[in-house]
Nanobody, 120 residues
């Protein structure tokens, strides 16, 4: 299973970006899909995740500004980021928990990361 993330870039504070991540390979089902980020010099942290039933969870720092969504038909997850501020700068990674067969054990996969830079 490979995850391909896209949509990062340079944006001014107050601006918006939309990240996308799609999975390819042998996939029976995808449980949770999520976005994590790692700022320079900091540990990777959860930004948001969405369960198969579309229940969402957000980090406190992004609540009300970011929205996660998924398209199960496309094995894809999206992150709409609004009202960006410099503290949102970092490499954003998508994360999927994938089951490759009916009786398969779910496994975790990571995308390659996409850089988001917010200038003040």
């Amino acid at each position: 299973v490979q995850l391909q993330a896209s949509g990062g870039g340079l944006v001014q504070a107050g601006g918006c970006l939309k990240l996308s991540c799609a999975a390819s390979g042998t996939i029976f089902s995808i449980n949770t899909m999520g976005w994590y980020r790692q700022a320079p010099g900091k540990q990777r942290e959860l930004v948001a995740h969405i369960a198969r039933g579309s229940t969402t969870t957000y980090a406190d720092s992004v609540k009300g500004r970011f929205a996660i969504s998924r398209d199960n038909a496309k094995n894809a997850v999206y992150l709409q980021m609004n009202s960006l501020n410099p503290e949102d700068t970092g490499v954003y990674y998508c994360n999927f928990v994938v089951r490759q067969g009916l009786l398969g054990t779910p496994s975790e996969y990571w995308g390659q990361g996409t850089l988001v830079t917010v200038s003040s």
